[in-house]
């Protein structure tokens, strides 16, 4: 599967590039803004690289893709422009850009919060909602996982799927273990068009896409 990974040079698009590589099965694709990045995206063992900025022009970035990883991310700490430019008009720019170039499946890294924003980060999971609500009516194969807290470290490699938990804002998961999820719910049924939240827990990620 030929897989693009949006956000490849971040947090968690680096650890996304390593784990699809050491997956035969796929071809990675890493999307930097900046060329100068391609050097870090081949030691993380991508197998091809995709220069297209968000906040410009990403009409082509998806050409002949099979499926699309969305870890792009200002953060909820950038000014209110870029947030608006990267996680509101940059990603709607390239689910667009996905169905015309007809990838068949997009996979997209949200937060818990973006369907009822509010408190200190309301504009930012506000700019994440209007992504989401796009690209679950954009007719494209979809999969938006909306997590808590992402933590730096190793990850257990278990965690807890719900459509919503009654605790959602004290939920925190390793983004390692955000991406082996973003990276199962390429091939796995249970996970095609659906919408949850996740956390870390106590099941594998199969067991858990297997409860949806």
Avoid at 18 to 30: C, D, F, K, Y
Avoid at 111 to 134: C, F, N, R, V, W
């Amino acid at each position: 599967m030929k897989v693009l990974v949006a956000g490849a040079h971040g947090d968690t698009g680096q650890i996304l590039v390593r784990i699809l590589a050491e997956q035969p099965e796929h071809e990675v694709h890493a999307m930097v803004r900046d060329y100068d990045q391609a050097g870090i995206m081949r030691e993380w063992g991508a197998d091809y690289i995709v220069t297209a900025d968000l906040e410009n022009n990403v009409s082509k970035a998806p050409k002949e893709m099979d499926a699309v990883l969305f870890a792009a991310g200002s953060g909820p700490e950038a000014d209110l422009e870029k947030i608006l430019a990267v996680e509101q008009v940059g990603a709607k720019k390239l689910i667009d850009a996905s169905r015309a170039q007809g990838v068949h499946q997009f996979i997209m890294l949200s937060s818990i919060g973006a369907d009822q924003p509010s408190g200190p980060d309301k504009y930012y999971l506000e700019a994440k909602g209007t992504a989401d609500a796009h690209l679950q009516s954009s007719g494209l194969t979809h999969t938006i996982i909306r997590t808590g807290s992402l933590t730096p470290g190793e990850g257990t490699g278990l965690v807890e799927i719900k459509e919503r938990f009654t605790d959602a804002y004290e939920r925190s998961i390793s983004r390692e273990d955000a991406a082996a999820v973003m990276i199962a719910s390429l091939t796995h049924n249970k996970a095609r068009d659906k919408t949850f939240e996740l956390s870390s827990g106590d099941r594998s990620v199969n067991e858990a896409l297997n409860k949806l």
